[in-house]
């Protein structure tokens, strides 16, 4: 992903955009449970007040919208990315469940400017607002399309979810960790906004913070199945974009915990998930 030129560095439906989403796919099952939750929290926090137009800024496969979906029967959804092949995605997920007349999907880039998207009661944006050249301006066109008292839902992650023990048995231990080291270095030279402090960033744009939490998936192995590829397609992603940068020696490690199929990394005794994001709900004051 070039700088400045993230959004338009990925996806198109292959390559790295395709690994992106089943990424986003299998991260869907493996968060499944908490988004209820933090939707169930959305939900009371509206109290009685209508949740009907949702905008999902950065929809990706629309791992948030479906969510949304669920929770408020009565709501359409419309789907905001620069990126087609996600809405493709999104599109055709929402054909097969039903809900295709419950999904608008805009293709367009929020750093150019909010997309005609009309009041909304809801904004939802997860692990979205990092890719912003300008979070504090695209908050501020979210405030301004709220309607009074509309709710703002954010999550973002402060690094990616770790999988591997420290030492796995082959090459040197702290593998994982050099591999984290290396892809913090890159982005804070690409995503400069990731793990910044959001709570203040909102409050700046005119929120008022109701709700802060942290969405902590912690999977013990056995590892279910869904758990299994997420860690799988997230280390390959990982082999992809480090490539030139790891040591030999990692890299090497890494290869052979892919190779065939990536038969050793799928029977690692210890191949866990551990990934915390920070979810916010902001209010429009
Ligand atoms: C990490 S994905 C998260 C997707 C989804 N919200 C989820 O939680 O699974 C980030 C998404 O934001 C989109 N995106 C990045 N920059 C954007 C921009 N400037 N305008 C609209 N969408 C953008 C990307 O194309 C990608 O689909």
């Not at 087609?84 to 750093?111: C, F, K, N």
């Not at 892919?258 to 690692?268: C, F, P, S």
């Amino acid at each position: 992903m070039a700088h400045q030129h993230h959004h338009h560095g990925h996806g198109h439906g292959h390559g790295d955009g395709s690994d992106l989403a089943e990424i986003l796919l299998l991260d869907a099952e493996v968060t499944a449970a908490h988004l209820a939750v933090f939707t169930g929290r959305i939900a009371e926090l509206a109290g009685d007040t209508a949740v009907h137009r949702v905008v999902d800024l950065g929809s990706g496969t629309g791992t948030g919208a479906f969510a949304l979906l669920r929770r408020f029967p009565g709501a359409v959804v419309t789907a905001v990315d620069t990126d087609e092949g996600m809405l493709r995605h999104l599109t055709e997920s929402a054909a097969r469940h039903g809900v295709a007349d419950r999904i608008r999907p805009v293709h367009a880039d929020a750093d150019a400017g909010w997309p005609e998207t009309g009041e909304a009661d809801l904004v939802w944006a997860s692990s979205s607002m990092h890719h912003m050249n300008d979070p504090d301006r695209v908050l501020a066109d979210v405030h301004a399309t709220l309607r009074p008292g509309g709710l703002l839902a954010m999550i973002e992650m402060e690094s990616m979810p770790r999988f591997l023990p420290d030492d796995i048995g082959i090459g040197a231990s702290g593998l994982e960790a050099r591999c984290h080291a290396l892809a913090d270095a890159a982005k804070a030279e690409h995503l400069p906004h990731m793990g910044s402090d959001w709570p203040a960033r909102l409050r700046a744009a005119g929120f008022t913070v109701l709700d802060s939490r942290d969405l902590v998936v912690d999977l013990a192995p056995p590892l279910p199945a869904p758990a299994v590829r997420y860690a799988v397609a997230t280390l390959k992603r990982f082999r992809a974009g480090l490539a030139e940068r790891l040591p030999a020696e990692d890299r090497e490690t890494l290869d052979t915990l892919l190779a065939k199929d990536e038969h050793v990394l799928r029977h690692l005794p210890g191949l866990s998930v551990h990934s915390t994001r920070s979810a916010w709900i902001a209010a429009r004051s």
